[in-house]
């Protein structure tokens, strides 16, 4: 089993920016690739950016692509979202997850096999 745990959540005006961590623990063998979800009321959750740990290869969904950077500490199992620029529609809750390999592409959240439980980010307008 793979345990993720978010964190950096927090209120910032447009145009601001915020660094998000998602720290991995238990097999992590298993999620070499890592990504982030966003969940907004009354929409579906979306992919936002995949990330494979061992190349350092990253897709991002074309809303956020100049915007967020998606990157990994040297040590340990964690993985950083840098977003600048914020929009009011990044508001949402931001979910780690994670499963071994990622497609070449951005995945669905159903194409993970382990989730955190998110933390908030909510962009003033």
């Known amino acids: 089993q793979v345990q993720l745990a978010e964190s950096g959540g927090a209120t910032v005006q447009a145009g601001g920016s915020l660094r998000l961590s998602c720290a991995a623990s238990?097999?992590?063998?298993?999620?070499?690739?890592m990504g982030w979800l966003r969940q907004t009321p009354g929409q579906e959750q979306e992919g936002i950016v995949s990330f494979e740990t061992s190349t350092g290869n990253a897709w991002y969904r074309s809303s956020v692509k100049g915007r967020f950077n998606i990157s990994q500490d040297n040590v340990e199992p964690t993985v950083y979202l840098s977003m600048a620029n914020l929009k009011p529609e990044d508001s949402g809750v931001y979910i780690c997850a994670a499963r071994l390999g990622c497609r070449g592409r951005v995945l669905r959240p159903h194409e993970y096999n382990h989730w955190g439980q998110g933390t908030q980010v909510t962009v003033s307008s």
């Open positions: 238990g097999n992590t063998a298993s999620a070499t690739c």
